[in-house]
Every structure is written in structure tokens, then in C-alpha cells.
């Protein structure tokens, strides 16, 4: 294992009813004002009874319940300083994020935005910055599994003026707390679903494919999390109801994205640098961007990495190794992904995205990260040939 330093400072409380168990004691015993702002987003927790749950506890509290309603998915930096705003003018003391990826990466940059005077866009996404405050304490409810974002501090954000969709992880802006019932996620559409847990197996993937190759803990921890996120996602399209399924793909997303994997790795997420930037300019649907990309980039890198990718088919898929070379595993590794991203129902293409030749596909390609981490590096150019080969 390479040295490393780790640290997560979210606990996690998971299980059905957990919401109803604890989140009244959480309230009244993190909220530094009497006012909660109640964070969610397009109102599907209005529809599954989920709202009422979450006000009733707040009540119970004791505390005043302010509303921040109506967060997209890509969660916008003007939509962010909206929120900002409500925490400063409602003297907000506990920030309550209820919802998916975007509810909760949102929900961390307000909670560092209402406490900063300057620019927060500029100085903690526009380029790293050091958190010197205490951001606004913040609590979230997973209703939706896949990003992982309720126990890291990465905060996912669109500069819709710039153009530029980027994330960077503070350790200051971990949840206190991690609300996590399984049940919740029962009314997500399938089709998001599946986005999301395409968005697991992404984070695990973009991880396990990098340095360092020998025998190491994290890779070891990644080929399980990876059969087990094939495993349930099959079995939560059967039944969107089985529990043992959906629970364990939100422990999954979890455990893709607290850090623990990534242990001692030197991960580059250049797969992920082309969605975010491609969600910039045509607003996609973050794990079915991956799921288009993920086959294309991989079969420009696998050579590359060919022994690993070799190690993906046989340990993740399988594939039995006896007289094939390690080019043809890798391969096959590859080319085993897409027939499964293809057989879950995920879009193959661009075009099933909305995006075709009109897309200016060269302006997305110049605006991506190329950043040294797996096993090439990439160069404009060629993320602009595995941009046309997806379409
Ligand atoms: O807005 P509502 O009405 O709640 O509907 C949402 C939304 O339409 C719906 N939904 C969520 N829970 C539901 C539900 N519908 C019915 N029942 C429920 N229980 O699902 C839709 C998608 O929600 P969203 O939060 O946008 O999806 P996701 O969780 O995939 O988050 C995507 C965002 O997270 C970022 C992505 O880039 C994207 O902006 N990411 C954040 C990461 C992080 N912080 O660590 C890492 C990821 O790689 C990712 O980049
Ligand atoms: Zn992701």
C-alpha cells in the first residue's frame, strides 16, 4: 500500500425507519439557531410521503422549519448563492439536504457560501481554496443512491456563464450526519436507478483502473464492491423493491465514494471530467453520460493498462483466462461492460442524450482536464475522437 492519510468525519446511520428514529434528536441537537433550512428539490419527496416524515421530525425538534426548494439536477452556482442567501436571511443554524446527488452536493456549497464574503464560485471551484470558518452545519437524507455524496466532501457545481461543471472535495464540507434509508429510494424511477448505480460502478472503475497495480487493499475491496453493484442493480431492475438489493446499492455508493478506495491510489477521473463537461453544455444526465463514455475511453486506455483490464475480466466478469493472452482479457473485459451497460437499458450513444453534430463537441473536448493518474494520458484531440465515436 502507498502511504496515505485517512479521516472521514460523516457518521453514517442506515437502516429502514432510521429518518423517524433519529433525525428530531439530530436536529435539535446540531442546530446552532432555531431555524432549519429544509433543502430538496423538484418536489418528488412531496409525492412519496417523505416530506411529511422529515417536517414532522423537525417539529418535534422544536426548531423552525425555511425552505429551499426547486434544486436541479447539475445544481447551478447561481442556484447556490439563492441558497446563501435564505441561510443569512432566515439566520439559518442547521442545513437539511433531502435528496440525491445534486440536493446534497448543492446544500455543501451553500453551507460554505453563506459563510464567506467573496467570490465563492472563484476561490473554491474556480481553483483549489482553504477553508478557514466553520461552513453552516449540515445534515443530509439520501432519497437517491449513486454519487456517494452524502460522506465526502465533494461538491459537484455548473457555472452556467463559464460554461464549466466542476467538483472539488473539502473534508470540511462532509456531512455531520448521513441519514440513509433504504426504503426511500423505492420511488426513484428505474431509469434513474440504474443512472445511479451506473454512477457507482463508474466511481469504481475510474479508481481501480490507476496506479498502483500490485497486490494492494483497495483494489482488493473495489472487484467486490464492483460484483456486488452488477449483482444488486440486476436484482433491483427485477424488483425495484428488494430490499436486500436496493439497500445494498446504497451502502455501495457509499462505500465508492468515502474515500476508503481510494486509498493509496493516484485516480485521474478523466472519464468523469468528460460527463462533467459535457453535462456543462447539454445539461446530461450524469450516469448515463458515463455509461456512453465509459466503453469508448476504455478502449483507447486498455492496451495501456492491459494487465489490470485483464485482472477486471476474470476477477469482475468471469471470463475464464485459460489460453487467451492478456490482450484478448482486456479486451474482453471491455467489451463485457458494454454488452452490460447495453442489456441494464443505459443509452450507447450520444444522440440518445440529445447530443449530435450540432453540439459544438470540439469546444467540450478543449474544456476537459487532461490529467496524469491512469494508465494514459489524455490530449484534447483524442477526447474529441472518443466524443464522435460516442455519438
Ligand atoms: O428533484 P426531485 O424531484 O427530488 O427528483 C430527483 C431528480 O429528478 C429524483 N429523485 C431523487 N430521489 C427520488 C427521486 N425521485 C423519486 N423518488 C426519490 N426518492 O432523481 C432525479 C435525479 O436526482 P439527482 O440528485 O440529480 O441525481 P444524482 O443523485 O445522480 O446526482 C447527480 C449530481 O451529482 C453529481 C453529478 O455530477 C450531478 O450533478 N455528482 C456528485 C458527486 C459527489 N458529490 O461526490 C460525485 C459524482 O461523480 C457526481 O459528479
Ligand atoms: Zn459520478
Known sequence: MNNFIFENKTKAIFGKGCVKE????LCKCNCETDTVLLAYGGGSIKKNGVYDEITAAIEKSGKRVAEFSGIMSNPTYAKVQEGARLVRENNVGL???VGGGSVMDCCKAVSLAARY?????????GRPGVIDFEPVPLIVVVTAAGTG????????ITNE????????DYPQLNPKFALMDPTYTYSVPVRQMISGGFDT????METYFSAPDEPNVSDDIMEALMRGVIRDLRAAIKDPEDYIARSNLMWEATMAENRVIKLGKKCDFECHQMEHQLGAYTNCNHGEGLAVLHPVYYRHICEHGAKKFARFATKVWDIRPEGRSERELARMGVETLASFIKGIGLPTTLRELGVDESTDLKAIADSCACVPGAYKVMTHEEILEIFRECL
Open 22 to 25: 433519529y433525525l428530531s434528536c
Open 95 to 97: 442545513i437539511l439536504a
Open 117 to 125: 464574503e467573496g467570490d465563492a464560485w472563484a476561490d473554491f471551484w
Open 149 to 156: 455524496s452524502e460522506m465526502n466532501g465533494g461538491a459537484v
Open 161 to 168: 456563464e463559464l460554461k464549466v461543471k466542476t467538483g472539488r
Open 201 to 204: 460502478l463508474s466511481h469504481i
